[in-house]
T-cell receptor, first 115, second 117 residues
Framework: DTAVSQTPKYLVTQMGNDKSIKCEQN?????MYWYKQDSKKFLKIMFS???????INETVPNRFSPKSPDKAHLNLHINSLELGDSAVYFC??????????????FGNGTRLTVT | AQTVTQSQPEMSVQEAETVTLSCTYD???????LFWYKQPPSRQMILVIR??????QNATENRFSVNFQKAAKSFSLKISDSQLGDAAMYFC??????????????FGQGTRLTINP
């Protein structure tokens, strides 16, 4: 059973389009995250939600909008896609946002290519 | 702001040998976590080992161990008896233990490890 699952695995789209990436975790965790890995493999946090409430919002263009319908799901919607949005997007979860007893569990990533 | 630096973009080692990956970090905090994550070609991020800064004893997980030097802000990963399956990108990461934003991992640039048969 996959603990943190993301769909789709690959996403190719044209500039200007709107797309969504979905994430689900079956670990019973309260906290979920989106991380972005750029072409140089550098990983950086974008957002974090704890029990459907936004707790971390890094400096990310407002074209990126996370949505958490329940604590097991955290989706990422991207409007007006740009070439620079091409990257691998990782979803992750943890038991709680203090993290004292729970490391992050990552999904397998979604490779987004904007042409 | 905290930063994490991995000065070795690439490393290679013969199968069954030992290799050490370097990581340094910069922080003004005294209480934090450090991690090593592995990213194989499958792209999945896998936790290899973690160290709590207040613990003086170096963490070990089977063939993986760390050399944590708090004063020097150094956190190297040693892989003993290297296996072909160890080939991957390895990321060092830092996380504060402060209540707010505790799970905001700060990653290094990564080291690509190649295992030569």
């Amino acid at each position: 059973d996959t603990a943190v699952s993301q769909t789709p695995k690959y996403l190719v789209t044209q500039m200007g389009n709107d797309k969504s990436i979905k994430c689900e975790q079956n670990l019973g965790h309260d906290t979920m995250y989106w991380y972005k890995q750029d072409s140089k493999k550098f990983l950086k946090i974008m957002f974090s939600y704890n029990n459907k409430e936004l707790i971390i919002n890094e400096t990310v263009p407002n074209r990126f909008s996370p949505k958490s319908p329940d604590k097991a799901h955290l989706n990422l919607h991207i409007n007006s896609l740009e070439l620079g949005d091409s990257a691998v997007y990782f979803c992750a979860s943890s038991q709680d946002f203090t993290g004292r007893n729970s490391p992050l569990h990552f999904g397998n990533g979604t490779r987004l290519t904007v042409t | 702001a905290q930063t994490v630096t991995q000065s070795q973009p690439e490393m290679s080692v013969q199968e069954a040998e030992t290799v050490t990956l370097s990581c340094t970090y910069d922080t003004s905090e005294s209480d934090y976590y450090l991690f090593w994550y592995k990213q194989p070609p499958s792209r999945q991020m896998i936790l290899v080992i973690r160290q709590e800064a207040y613990k003086q004893q170096n963490a070990t997980e089977n063939r993986f161990s760390v050399n944590f030097q708090k004063a020097a802000k150094s956190f190297s990963l040693k892989i003993s008896d290297s296996q072909l399956g160890d080939a991957a990108m390895y990321f060092c990461a830092y996380r504060t233990r402060r209540f707010q934003g505790a799970q905001k991992l700060v990653f290094g640039q990564g080291t690509r490890l190649t295992i030569n048969p």
